[in-house]
């Protein structure tokens, strides 16, 4: 096929620059990845080679216009692959991301390049916070080892690289494999009569001729639990989900003991102090501790919490109990019933009267659906988004509906990048895994699940840097998720929720009682909520600090029992062979990033209530004083400026009921 037709050879001509999907062919990505590391590396020689001293113009900031060509098939690829994947799209997967790797370690080990950018002197602010990063991060990736180490890194990095794709798709594949499929509707008595025809749908979906088919979830708990009265069923999907990835048993232990490799290469004790060395946490230390003051008080409300539910039961409860007795629970000590509550959560309920008016409330932003603009997939919607003035600010796409292509989980992805440097404004796309049904009804988990992805979407919208590196959400893995958990807190703000939790029929508010009880059930079963969360932590923790070897189901079980989390009928929220945010999506050694995050979090809401909670002026100061800065300044200052002060734990203990 001839280049001139391939789309990624040119920036786009669309609005924002969206990437015209509608062009895009599998057959393009290989020609463009080739031609785009080809580009790059060019661009490369020719700033190490520069005779002229270097500058910042000519080093850093030219290193900040190279790989554009890269950069733009990158980001459709690896959208795609985690989106919209096909079989292609996997064997290109597995051919391009070592090459990759091996492209990232030809740039970070040039030793003219470095020696430039060592070079390089600014008196600007935000320039020497720029050649700062670009030092940090070509020592961190082996600039000053000698040829024999840095020949073993680029051996490590390229097989590290293959495996986690491997991972990935081994995980997709076993998650669509166990899926379960239910042949007598009976069996689903507890689940409302849409969700069983969504499950019906579902399996005509994935061509069977008949029957109900529950797809699972990323996390170790599955929804239907909460509601589906045959245990013997809740069982069988419980045991589906925590069987998967067993094919990724030796694939983790092998890149376990690779990223401990490296790491002691770079210089760091284990991968762990290698991760936290350029996060806000600092070091493990501080983690550690953070831990060790959560575990106890959680384990405790944990276990009283299954006392509770064992009397109700009158025995012991099992990991695939928990839910649906809570639910019993719930509803006797708030009247709370989840089935009573999904009517009141339509989808485009939730989307335009919740999470965009809640927008429109804080930040004076307006949302126009784009039917003319396509997205990269049928389901995908296209908004663009208008600053209270009318001036344009960028596109939201919202990809809501699970399917057999997606992985699991929920996430945000940018299409294009803000920086004034480049002249663009920022494309980005909130991927969800809810199951399409007509209606659409959400459980609350995911009402709040899309005012939090959202939260990173507004992290993408409103940056205003100048440079590409520090757009948006290119921050610390551990302050990362701190703006999308604020977020959050809108989904049962007074005002909000009274606009979009609508009888998807009638129109009819949800009643005030029954907007009370579940706003006073929300601290109810923290223990269990705590516990979950923290044991995949300390996996995670104890895999990236302590593994030097031997069995994965045995290590696991043995991180927990050392840990004091081993609770029998509170599995981690992900086991290890199903754990994708540390073997394959950027978080090892950092998945304790949410609960540190959730300490800016906790404390930034009380910001918001002593000061007036939904309130224009309050939204421009935490979009102008942090959300903007991206990674344009070091996140913690950037906390400091907008709270006033460092941050403090208390509200977090006390959200949690940890006090």
């Known amino acids: 096929m001839s280049q001139t037709v391939n789309p990624f050879l040119s920036p786009s001509s669309l609005p924002y620059q969206l990437p015209p999907f509608q062009e895009i062919r599998e057959e393009h ?65 597995k051919d391009i991301t070592p090459k990759l790797s091996k492209h990232a370690d030809a740039i970070h080990l040039n030793p003219r390049l470095f020696a430039r950018i060592r070079a390089v002197q600014t008196a600007d602010d935000e320039q020497q916070w720029l050649l700062d990063r670009y030092l940090t991060d070509f020592t961190r990736a082996g600039a000053i080892l000698g040829e024999d180490e840095q020949a073993r890194l680029r051996e490590l990095n390229e097989e590290l690289s293959t495996l986690a794709t491997t991972f990935q798709q081994n995980l997709l594949a076993d998650t669509n494999a166990r899926a379960v499929l239910v042949e007598d509707a009976a069996e689903l008595d507890g689940l409302s009569p849409d969700a069983v025809q969504g499950l019906q749908e579902t399996a005509k979906e994935r061509g069977l001729d008949a029957g109900y088919l529950i797809t699972l979830v990323l996390p170790t708990g599955q929804p239907a639990l909460a509601e589906l009265t045959h245990r013997a069923l809740r069982e069988r999907i419980h045991k589906a989900s925590t069987g998967r990835g067993a094919e990724n048993a030796e694939l983790i232990t092998r890149i376990a003991r690779l990223r401990e490799e490296r790491a002691r290469l770079l210089g760091y004790a284990n991968h762990a102090e290698y991760v936290l060395a350029d996060q806000t946490a600092g070091t493990t230390q501080a983690v550690s501790e953070m831990l060790d003051r959560l575990v106890p008080p959680a384990v405790a409300n944990a276990r009283k919490e299954q006392s509770d539910l064992e009397e109700l039961a009158g025995h012991a409860i099992q990991p695939w109990d928990w839910s649906f007795y809570t639910e019993k629970v719930r509803k006797a000590r708030y009247d709370i019933d989840s089935a009573r509550m999904r009517p009141y959560f339509e989808l485009n309920s939730v989307l335009e009267r919740g ?137 049962t703000d007074p005002e909000i929720l009274a606009n979009y939790a609508r009888h998807y029929e009638t129109g009819e508010p949800m009643p005030r009682e029954l907007v009370d009880r579940m706003l006073e059930s929300q601290k109810f079963n923290q223990g269990f909520a705590t516990v979950e969360y923290l044991a995949a932590t300390l996996l995670d923790w104890a895999w990236h600090t302590t593994y030097t070897g031997g069995d994965a189901e045995e290590f696991e079980a043995e991180a927990l029992r050392t840990a004091g989390v081993d609770l029998p009928a509170v599995p981690p929220r992900y086991r290890s062979t199903y754990f994708a945010h540390i073997w394959s999506s950027g978080y090892s050694a950092g998945y304790y990033s949410y609960i540190w995050s959730e300490v800016l979090d906790a404390d930034t809401v009380e910001w918001f209530k002593e000061n007036g909670g939904l309130l224009r002026e309050n939204g421009d100061r935490f979009r102008q004083r942090l959300l903007s800065k991206g990674g344009s300044v070091e996140a913690l200052t950037a906390f400091r400026d907008f709270r006033g002060r460092d941050p403090q734990i208390e509200p977090l203990l006390a959200r949690r009921g940890l006090l």
């Open 29 to 93: 990505y290989v020609p463009a990845f080739e031609q785009g590391m080809a580009e790059h590396l060019a661009e490369i020689a020719a700033i190490a080679d520069d005779p002229e001293p270097p500058t910042f113009e000519n080093t850093i900031e030219a290193l900040e216009r190279s790989g554009r060509l890269l950069d733009r098939v990158s980001t459709v690829f690896f959208n795609q692959a985690s989106s919209d994947t096909t079989p292609g799209v996997q064997e290109i997967q």
């Open 355 to 491: 999470v965009f008016y809640a927008a429109q409330r804080l930040y004076g932003l307006t949302f126009r659906e784009r039917e003319d603009l396509q997205g990269y997939h049928s389901d995908v919607r296209v908004f663009e988004v208008f600053n209270e003035d009318g001036s344009p600010l960028g596109l939201f796409l919202g990809d809501f509906f699970a399917r057999a292509s997606k992985r699991g989980g929920a996430w945000m992805n940018s299409l294009v990048k803000q920086s004034a440097l480049d002249g663009t404004r920022p494309v980005v796309v909130n991927n969800l895994n809810i199951v399409k049904g007509e209606p659409t009804l959400l459980t609350f988990d995911e009402v709040n699940t899309m005012f939090h992805e959202f939260g990173h979407a507004l992290h993408g919208l409103f940056s205003d840097v100048r440079f590409p590196r520090f757009s948006g959400t290119a921050v610390p893995r551990d302050f990362v998720e701190y703006p999308s958990q604020v977020n959050e807190m809108w989904a």
